[in-house]
């Protein structure tokens, strides 16, 4: 996974047109690999999995053969867990909110050993990823979605340097856009996460996929005096 699309809050996005997801597949997005996370502000993966502005982008992934994941509190696998189990269409994994702790996530790795895990991130100082398949770390930038009442710090690139110098599995996410993309694969990341930047209006969400497919194609297609660390993890 190199793309991961966050949906929207609602309050800032009351409907979501799942015409969206064949505006990334135009521009390539399925050679990145791309997965989109399901997620409300707050919310339990009932109310989120039972969403109608989410349904039907859910039946669009599973037609698609997309990955859904769904963002889900680390200390709620009790009250969370049936209706992940239950999910229908399937969901491929889940997000775990607020920088869970170690041991929060050994219990959903012992859970839920084939879904994709992956957990969020914030500030300055990394952890190892361990029990996790991706570390989605933010800000980086500013964000581009600001939500009443919530401030974030950005951490930039140095901040982002130091949790891939832990993790290997880092997808960079705030205020991420085509422009400054490469910047954060510069600095470690292996992927870029969005929300405006996926679920922007269609043309203008194909046109950043088609900008961001680039960036990929140029940073992992080493010129022929390329002996950089790039060329040789191919050797």
Request: with cysteine; charged share 20%; hydrophobic share 45%.
């Amino acid at each position: 996974m190199r793309l991961l699309a966050i949906t929207p809050p609602a309050a800032l996005a009351p409907t979501l047109d799942p015409a969206v997801i064949e505006s990334w597949l135009q521009a390539g997005a399925a050679s990145l690999g791309v997965s989109v996370l399901l997620r409300e502000p707050s919310a339990c993966a009932a109310a989120i999995l039972g969403d109608p502005r989410l349904i039907a982008l859910r039946r669009a992934l599973a037609d698609r053969n997309l990955p859904a994941l769904v963002s889900v509190d680390p200390r709620a696998l009790e009250r969370d867990l049936g209706e992940l189990r239950r999910a229908d269409p399937p969901i491929a994994g889940i997000q775990l909110r607020g920088d869970p702790s170690p041991a929060l996530r050994q219990r959903w790795r012992e859970e839920l050993p084939a879904m994709v895990i992956g957990r969020s991130v914030h500030g300055a100082t990394p952890t190892p990823s361990r029990f996790v398949d991706y570390t989605c770390l933010a800000p980086i930038y500013p964000p581009l979605t600001v939500q009443p009442g919530v401030h974030k710090h950005a951490i930039g690139l140095a901040g982002l340097r130091s949790w891939a110098s832990v993790c290997d599995d880092v997808i960079a996410l705030g205020g991420i856009t085509p422009a400054n993309a490469d910047h954060c694969l510069a600095a470690g990341a292996q992927g870029v996460a969005g929300i405006r930047l996926f679920f922007a209006r269609n043309a203008e969400a194909r046109d950043n996929v088609r900008a961001l497919r680039q960036v990929f194609s140029l940073r992992e297609s080493p010129g022929p005096n390329d002996h950089g660390p790039q060329a040789q993890r191919r050797g």
